[in-house]
């Protein structure tokens, strides 16, 4: 088997290909040829030192992959070997080989490569679960979108005008912004030359019914602003620092506002099985109908592994980052 390798706290120059011998695949669990897997933030933050992996899990970086599966536990009934799959993984997905939960792996839509596949996983099922399976977003609705070009926020944003809710985003350029647009975003807000609950207040003056939000910092109260009575934020990082402003009680209170932080890698088995079971019922189709698609920024090949990294943290990214062995 061959991953990647990297030291604690070290430059993204410093990942490398590595050797070792081959995964045993266990009874209850599959073990899939990687062909192609995402690069997410976490995967920054973890080499970082600053977001290890769950304890039992593989300390090799990487949270979804596309490949072919190779091998099947004797207690595994749901797939076969040589069936093109793609899904999460709690690490060890910058790896030539993995071995995964059958119950966290889906099918490939058809005619979908696998770099787009390795691609889906990670922000579909992030953005599905806070839209859908925290927030509750109806047709009709409202919803605000923080880092809209990202890979989560085009995924959410695609998901909005998929299930008919109105949406907003904020990005840094024209260019994210028109990206954004052609996902199906209404309202496209440049964060660094308009102030976003200024601009949505005269918009959409009866607020919106949630804000997702991956910035965090001084965030917060200016969320508050342009929410409805009984509406939610929804924090899942926390791109701007770790601490938020002075929180308005008043305007918490008046508006009736649940804040709500979530994580996708340190859930539990039973939930991510339930979580892609409902994503898979509600959304797989759309990825072969063309109504839903991965927004890939690059695709890059493993001799260039050094590049995603500074790519991400230099907030240089327009949908997601990809890499094929």
């Not at 120059?13 to 009874?27: A, F, I, M, N, R």
């Not at 040829?33 to 990487?62: K, M, W």
Request: hydrophobic letters at 40%; proline letters at 3%.
């Amino acid at each position: 088997m061959q991953f990647v390798d990297y030291e604690k706290g070290c430059g993204p120059d410093k990942l490398t290909v590595k050797s070792q011998k081959g995964l045993t695949t266990p009874l209850d669990k599959v073990k899939v040829e990687v062909r192609a897997f995402g690069i997410n933030r976490a995967d920054t933050l973890q080499r970082q030192g600053h977001y290890p992996a769950p304890p039992g899990e593989s300390t090799i970086l990487g949270l979804e992959v596309a490949g072919v599966i190779s091998e099947v536990g004797d207690n595994v009934s749901k797939f076969n070997v040589g069936e093109a799959v793609f899904g999460l993984v709690a690490g060890g997905g910058y790896a030539s080989e993995v071995i995964v939960n059958p119950a966290h792996l889906m099918r490939i839509p058809k005619a979908m490569a696998f770099y787009e596949a390795a691609g889906l996983a990670e922000v579909f099922l992030t953005a599905f679960q806070c839209l859908r399976t925290i927030a509750h977003i109806k047709p009709a609705e409202y919803a605000l979108i923080h880092g809209g070009a990202s890979g989560v926020g085009l995924a959410a944003t695609q998901l909005c005008q998929y299930w008919g809710v109105h949406c907003a985003v904020t990005a840094s350029s024209s260019d994210k912004l028109a990206l954004c647009g052609q996902n199906g975003a209404e309202q496209l807000i440049n964060y660094k030359t308009q102030a976003f609950d200024e601009v949505l207040r005269e918009a959409w003056p009866q607020g919106v019914n949630m804000v997702l939000d991956m910035v965090g910092g001084d965030y917060l109260n200016r969320n508050l602003k342009v929410l409805k009575q009984d509406g939610l934020v929804v924090y899942l990082a926390m791109l701007a620092g770790r601490y938020a402003d002075n929180l308005d009680m008043a305007l918490l209170l008046g508006k009736r506002a649940s804040i709500i932080g979530t994580t996708l890698r340190n859930r539990n088995d039973e939930y991510k099985a339930d979580l892609i079971h409902d994503f898979s019922s509600v959304c797989l189709d759309a990825f072969s109908t063309g109504e839903l698609q991965v927004n890939i920024d690059t695709h890059y090949e493993i001799k260039d592994i050094d590049k995603p990294h500074v790519r991400l943290e230099n907030n240089d990214t327009q949908g997601k980052i990809v890499v094929s062995w």
